[in-house]
């Protein structure tokens, strides 16, 4: 099956600041998705990209499936961005594969 | 506001003792999904319901009992636990298109369950 991974594993930031974390697959795909994870063990679906570039508010999200890569950018970070972001991916009908995470933490 | 809901959300539960967790969406999604997450670990696919039909079971133990008794809702039964089973249990749904389970994944809250 198709391996994830995520770098960094851990990240803290100030508020304010900008991040980029990174997703690499080892397989062709064709659902790549992006969740947060919050302190409380909530997860929210952020972005379904399997290619292409979308944007939500501070949030935007690139995905390279030639290159076997996608990237989450989170801008002018905020307190409330602090938790795990895993990516998941698939290809066809074989079940979502989900990274190891970042953990991320604003300071404020 | 999660449009997938889980009950209860904390479970503690003794090792003869019988459960059932809880989950409902009303999204008109026809896959819904269990997952296991261990601490500092990414989510586990545990079982897949197509169109209220088991279509996947990740080789998990009898002791976790799935059914689905309508498009809308999902139970997990629990009998026989053991410790280390105590986790966060996470039910999700996605749309079913054609054969395809490529659309967006919504989560619940989970339940966290502690087998003691």
């Known amino acids: 099956g198709i391996q994830v991974e995520q770098s960094p594993p851990d990240l803290i930031l100030q508020e304010g600041a900008n991040s980029t974390l990174r997703c690499n697959f080892s397989?062709?795909?064709?659902?790549l998705q992006w969740f947060h994870q919050n302190p409380w063990g909530q997860l929210i679906n952020l972005f379904y990209?399997?290619?292409g570039t979308k944007q939500n508010g501070r949030l935007s999200a690139t995905t390279v499936a030639t290159e076997r890569y996608s990237l989450l950018y989170i801008s002018s970070s905020q307190t409330t961005d602090s938790g795990v972001y895993f990516c998941a991916a698939a290809f066809g009908n074989e079940k979502l594969t989900f990274g190891t995470g970042t953990r991320l933490t604003i300071i404020p | 506001d999660t449009e997938v809901t889980q009950t209860p959300k904390h479970l503690v539960m003794g090792m003869t003792n019988k459960k059932s967790l809880k989950c409902e969406q009303h999204m008109g999604h026809r896959a819904m999904y269990w997952y296991k997450q261990e601490a500092k670990k990414p989510p586990e696919l545990m079982f897949v319901?197509?169109?209220?039909?088991?279509?996947i079971n990740e080789s998990v133990p009898s002791r976790f009992s799935p059914e689905c008794p309508n498009s809308s809702l999902l139970n997990l039964h629990l009998h026989a636990l053991q410790p280390e089973d105590s986790a966060l249990y996470l039910c999700?749904?996605?749309?079913?298109?054609?054969?395809?389970?490529?659309?967006?994944?919504?989560f619940g809250n989970g339940t966290r369950l502690t087998v003691t």
């Open positions: 397989d062709s795909v064709n659902n």
């Open positions: 999700a749904s996605s749309k079913r298109e054609a054969s395809s389970y490529n659309s967006p994944l919504h």
């Open positions: 319901y197509s169109y209220e039909k088991l279509s």
């Open positions: 990209i399997p290619s």
